[in-house]
């Protein structure tokens, strides 16, 4: 007797529309000679793109439609999925939250406020939600007009992450780029912890044949080899050198890659120091995937303090940072002795996390997605237990898809290009689409794919999550093919030579615009 497979009994169950996938034909001869030039095993990728709709290439079954891939390699494997778990996170909370629902960042004064004058400080609560110039400046018009306008304390920063005019169009986010995966796999407390006392390496463009490159703080005994060429797309990446590698005695960090002259200066990694390494000073610098971000704490003080003044308002003191907390409750109006709150749209906050790929961000709204009243020490778990909940409602089963962090920052976020990509044709014809879509960095245009596919076929014609990590390169969203036709796909490599398979994967987006 013939038994259905899981899946598709999931599927009825749910009562979803989910054609069953036949094996696809191999892959294009143009994508496996890109991977085989890449030098990395074939094993290590994972492709898969199928249509959104049911059009092209259907057959039917008693079961049922049946949709033929357009292309698949390892589509059951399970790969790290890096940063396109961004895409899980944002569809999940589009999906339960609805893309209206309102993201709120509140603020309140620590004294009173006698006609327009604050005797305290006035502490703005960012819950780690990226808020541009452009929204700080009118939430400040907002605060005048609810009757502040001076401060004679502090304005005290908790928690915001400012985003210049223009930041969409950011690097991508190579958090973990200098961190060899490890038995137990990464830590997973939070991103601010995680990145305390590490180091940040900058990449800008060179005047000579290779690229300039800053590693800030920079230990005194560490040595930088400098393998970065001028010429190519905007790549690169980093690693402790191993015995092996026959570099000396001292530290050695190691960055390959290509840049170009018209790549933009990005800060591209969180360095974590080896054990027992002397560190020099600590800074702090930018949220990585933003390259427009100011590089201290400081200028992001001015910036605000500029935008304040701009608006109208006085500022005694002066304004300070301080990192969120997300176990501290929004004080309530009744308790404070003035108070504000500025929403911004849970389509435009999944936008900014996606365009910049925000790791914090994502986080915040993973634990958005926790049960009302549940303590912040459960939050995450409860979190991540709805998102099950909610994959298992899309006809996926367990082991298909994992989220911890929802950032792509855990090595326990995996999943299979096949379940990714039925994901996303499940999101295409659900509310939320057209702001998830939105909110999708396209190819040579804008966010993290900006400096990626400029020329040819592909630009502007697919619409992606960029993922990165050491050994990980991956895209996952949707590309329009030359016939009109709109395919999910999803491709990743996971291994220690990963960047070298990048061209591979944008072979691939550019055989699917091509071919489909």
């Excluded at 949709?67 to 899980?88: G, H």
């Excluded at 100011?294 to 001015?302: E, F, K, N, Q």
């Amino acid at each position: 007797m013939y038994v259905l497979p899981r899946a598709v009994l999931l599927c009825v169950v749910a009562a979803l529309v989910c054609p069953i996938a036949l094996a696809a034909d191999p892959m294009p001869s143009e994508v496996m000679a890109a991977m085989r030039d890449s030098g990395v095993p074939l094993k290590s990728f994972g492709f898969y793109a199928r249509p959104v709709e049911r059009a092209d290439g259907i057959d039917r079954s008693e079961s049922g439609p049946v949709i033929k891939p357009l292309a698949s390699l390892n589509a059951e494997q399970t790969f790290w999925l890096a940063s396109t778990t961004k895409v899980v996170t944002s569809l999940a909370a589009l999906d339960l939250l609805g893309p209206s629902y309102l993201w709120p960042l509140r603020a309140h004064a620590t004294g009173p406020v006698v006609n327009g004058h604050l005797r305290g400080d006035l502490v703005i609560a960012g819950n780690r939600h990226p808020i541009t110039a452009d929204e700080l400046r009118l939430w400040f018009k907002q605060m005048r007009a609810e009757g502040l306008k001076s401060i004679n304390g502090h304005l005290v920063l908790q928690g915001v992450l400012l985003l210049p005019e223009g930041s969409a169009e950011g690097s991508d986010d190579l958090t973990a780029a200098a961190t060899e995966p490890t038995a137990t796999g990464m830590r997973s407390d939070a991103a601010l912890t995680y990145n305390e006392g590490s180091m940040v390496l900058s990449i800008e463009p060179g005047s000579g044949e290779r690229a300039k490159i800053v590693l800030t703080p920079k230990p005194p005994d560490v040595v930088i080899v400098n393998d970065v060429l001028m010429g190519g797309p905007c790549d690169a990446w980093a690693r402790w050198a191993n015995p092996g590698d026959n570099f000396g005695p001292k530290p050695h960090l190691w960055v390959r890659g290509r840049w170009d002259a018209s790549c933009p200066k990005e800060y591209v990694a969180y360095v974590r120091p080896l054990p027992g390494m002397a560190r020099a000073s600590s800074v702090v610098l930018p949220a990585l995937g933003v390259a427009s971000m100011p590089s201290t704490l400081s200028s992001v003080g001015r910036a605000v303090a500029t935008l304040w003044a701009e608006t109208g308002g006085v500022l005694r003191g002066r304004v300070i940072e301080t990192a969120n907390r997300l176990d501290n409750g929004p004080v309530s109006k009744a308790k404070a002795a003035w108070s504000s709150e500025f929403s911004i749209p849970l389509s435009q906050v999944v936008r900014e996390i996606n365009k910049t790929s925000d790791n914090e961000a994502a986080r915040s709204l993973l634990l958005s997605l926790s049960a009302a009243g549940v303590p912040p020490s459960q939050a995450r778990q409860d979190a991540k237990n709805r998102i099950h909940v909610w994959l298992r409602g899309q006809g996926l089963v367990d082991g298909d898809i994992r989220v911890d962090l929802g950032s792509g920052q855990s090595r326990e976020e995996r999943g299979r290009p096949r379940a990714m990509v039925q994901l996303l044709c499940n999101a295409w014809r659900t509310k939320g689409a057209q702001a998830f879509v939105d909110s999708l960095p396209i190819a040579g245009v804008d966010g993290t794919l900006v400096n990626r596919m400029r020329d040819g076929l592909a630009k502007g014609q697919a619409f992606l999550k960029t993922g990165t990590l050491s050994d990980t390169r991956a895209l996952a969203g949707y590309v329009r093919g030359r016939s009109g036709t709109v395919y999910a796909v999803t491709a990743i490599v996971n291994h220690p030579d990963a960047a070298r398979a990048r061209p591979a994967l944008d072979a691939f987006i550019r055989w699917v615009v091509k071919h489909g």
